[in-house]
């Protein structure tokens, strides 16, 4: 499906969107559910992502028949089901996905896992997905990995920690990358009453077999937010949006966004009711932005587009793990801006875009099965009229985005 979008005359000045919970949180939960049965979850995602998981974890086994699972393009559900399933005494399973999905790299999970004890092997090419995973009781409990890595496998590890027999001490080898990843995996392992400790490059994660029963509202998605930053960062002073539900003292790395979208002009007010409204109070005074994104790299595609829509130049670094997300994000960057008519350049951990004067017009946006690539650039209909490729690939995990962006005045039609 590909979408023409378009900015109709009369835009509403104030505008209320309701966001469903944080993808993050809501995979990091629904595995803990799993693994703690009273658990229980209020406002989970309803992202493609999400539903990729709940159905792989309510999957029925034979036991010693193994059952084939696909996650399509969910790299979470990958690296937490692989984790999980490893875990599952008597269970064997083959979990698989798209055919970009099985050249996204999980050895270093699997060596880890396989280091702790478990029995998981390669059924096609070595490092990659598909792979055969035969659950087993666990019993050892050190393991190392390279700090930078994906914080995915980390966490993935860090999940099926406490249902481990001695637990596990986890060392990171190196400098650190998505600490605000790993701190909400550990935030949420304390809520239900895990202990855990996070000092230097190691993590130590105690035994923990039982459960008080437990209840969590899951805060909604501060990577969904960003487009709503990027809309208002681009719209005319005056114009707000109100969005459901955030916390001032957010576990996702994405809130950032209230720091960053300040340079651009846009304001940040939390209400008492767990909404936030977010205002064009001023134009962007600066030519140049730079910021380093380690800790919150999903991000950079929306800053990077926010930029290049108010004419000024950016500069991003830190993005070493977009290289291996659903596209290569940097490249896909590159080529559909410079389409639009962007001067950039990218290495393998950054992106520089020059100031630009002007927007191409009707451009259409390839978004490369990524979800991020169509909301990044969707902002941009608010400028001038623009095209998204694929333009379904948002349900990956905002699926009523198409919907809910019609209310600041962008309508879509779809192209034959």
Sequence with gaps: MDLHLEKRKGEREKVKVKITGSKSETNRLLLLKALYQNLTLENTSNSD?????????NSPFTIHHS???????????MRFLTAFFAIQEGKEVVLTGSSRMKERPI??????????????????NEGFPPIKIKGKKLTQNKVSLPANVSSQYISALLLIAPKLENGLELTLEGEITSVPYIKMTLALLNEIGVTTSFVGNIISVKPQFTILNSQFTIESDWSSASYWYSIVALSEIGFQVTLSSYKENSLQGDSA????????GVETIFNNDN????????????????????????IAQTIAVTSFGLGIACDLTGLHTLKIKETDRLEALKIELTKLGAE??????????????????????????????????????LKVPITINQ????????PDFWKDLELVGIENSEIN
């Excluded at 050895?107 to 390669?122: F, H, M, W």
């Excluded at 966004?257 to 340079?263: A, G, K, N, R, T």
């Excluded at 064009?280 to 380690?294: A, E, G, P, R």
């Design 49 to 57: 992502d999400s539903e990729v998981m709940q159905k792989a974890l």
């Design 67 to 77: 059952q084939i699972i696909g996650v399509h393009h969910a790299g979470t559900a």
């Design 107 to 124: 050895k270093i999970l699997v060596e880890a896992l396989n280091e702790l004890g478990a029995e998981i092997t390669y059924e096609e």
């Design 257 to 264: 966004l209230v720091d960053i979208y300040q340079d651009f």
């Design 275 to 298: 909404s936030i409204t977010i205002s064009k109070t001023k134009k962007c005074q600066l030519s140049i932005v730079n910021y380093q994104l380690n800790n919150c790299p999903d």
């Design 344 to 381: 950039i350049s990218v290495t393998n951990d950054s992106l520089h875009l020059k100031s630009s004067f002007g927007i191409k017009q009707n451009i259409s946006i390839l978004t490369y099965q990524d979800h991020r690539m169509a909301m990044a650039f969707a902002p941009l209909a």
């Design 391 to 398: 333009a379904e690939v948002v349900s990956k995990s905002y």
